[in-house]
């Protein structure tokens, strides 16, 4: 037993809450940079940083071989510690670039490993993203109708929100999250045909795409998150129904017994 947890302590290499601190330490480093005056310091910590995940990285592959590339949390780690080390070999002078910077910013989401039964949670998504498939269509659709409607309509009328198709998606998707839906309609002009149509196209998106296919969708998501923990209710509800079933059998083979005796 001693031999297996030293083997699982051998796993985690530096360990979760360490580096969880050092990608810490890197966000508030991309924060402070701009306002110190010595940018070679900072680079040399971003440097240092780097290095202890590329030895932490080389010390769980060579742990766990081949199972470490099984997790997807692992690949894309050891991606952006691999990005990252190349960005200070073969790009030693911009590593004030903004794309490299977003790639280590990623190394974030290493900080999630921190959360209980995580991988349990990421598998509940995954479920509820599939089973919301059909809805995100009709979302979809939903989304392309009226934003070309909208376009067609309100394109002279309110050019700041249906200019174009893709502007007028943006003003759709708003409604659907009814944000800002009384924006729209003050800016037709009182009276005119558009000060009519306007509410009612509004009215329609939010009822349709708001109260209709986005509570659809948080109850199928919702539903599918919490499958897993009416599965261990469900199957003690099964042995008990089983176990009352053989009973019931049970008593009424004693009632024949009983009958046949008298």
């Keep these: 037993m001693t031999s297996s947890v030293l083997q699982i302590k051998k796993m985690k290499g530096i360990g979760e809450l360490p580096l969880s601190l050092l990608i810490l330490l890197q966000c508030i480093i991309f924060a402070i940079e701009v306002k110190v005056d010595d940018k070679e310091l900072m680079s040399a910590i971003q440097i240092a940083i780097d290095g ?42 911009i590593q004030s670039i903004t794309a490299l910077r977003v790639v280590r910013l990623l190394r974030m ?51 700041s929100h249906f200019a174009d198709p893709l502007i007028a998606s ?11 839906w009384n924006e729209v309609p003050s800016l037709v002009t009182i009276g005119s045909l558009d000060y009519y149509l306007i509410r009612g196209y509004v009215i329609s998106v939010i009822i ?17 998150m919490v499958m897993d923990n009416n599965t ?3 199957s003690k509800v099964d042995k008990l129904t089983s176990v009352v079933e053989h009973q019931s059998k049970q008593i009424e083979e004693l009632k024949v017994l009983l009958k046949t005796r008298t």
């Design 52 to 93: 202890l995940f590329l030895v932490d990285l080389f010390y769980r592959v060579r742990c766990t071989g081949k199972a470490y590339w099984k997790s997807v949390f692992n690949a894309v780690d050891a991606s952006i510690v691999i990005i990252s080390i190349a960005g200070h070999l073969f790009a030693p002078g």
């Design 208 to 224: 349709f795409g708001s109260f209709f296919a986005l509570s659809l969708a948080n109850a199928i998501f919702i539903d599918e």
């Design 170 to 180: 943006y003003t759709v998707f708003s409604l659907f999250t009814v944000e800002g």
């Design 232 to 234: 261990g209710l469900e």
């Design 109 to 159: 989401f290493r900080i999630l490993k921190l959360i209980p039964n995580v991988e349990h949670i990421l598998v509940g998504i995954g479920r509820a993203l599939k089973a919301s498939r059909g809805v995100f269509l009709m979302l979809l659709i939903l989304l392309v109708f009226f934003s070309i409607l909208g376009y067609l309509l309100f394109r002279t009328s309110i050019p």
